[in-house]
């Protein structure tokens, strides 16, 4: 996902990419992302797809999304992240 950077996550079933390469982006006419709140209430507004802010892990400028479930749903949940954020 433009924007996002993440390591492979080698533990749990949680990954946790930076995002702040969108803060400062206008995703629609009243949302400009300047946090990872602001990123994970968006998307869930948007693109119906929940995720965790990093500010509650110390990470300010990351999110946390868990992948504990089928490889169909996180595909389609990517799709929906692309489809909500501006190309």
Do not use: W
Not at 33 to 52: F, N
Not at 53 to 73: L, N
């Amino acid at each position: 996902v433009p924007g996002f950077e993440c390591a492979r996550p080698e533990g749990a079933f949680y990954a946790f990419p930076k995002v702040s390469g969108l803060f400062g982006v206008m995703v629609d006419k009243e949302t400009q992302i300047d946090s990872a709140a602001t990123l994970a209430a968006y998307l869930l507004r948007s693109a119906k797809v929940a995720i965790v802010p990093g500010e509650g892990f110390g990470a300010p400028e990351h999110v946390r999304f868990s992948y504990a479930t089928s490889m169909e749903q996180i595909r389609e949940g990517v799709e929906r992240i692309l489809e909500a954020l501006p190309n």
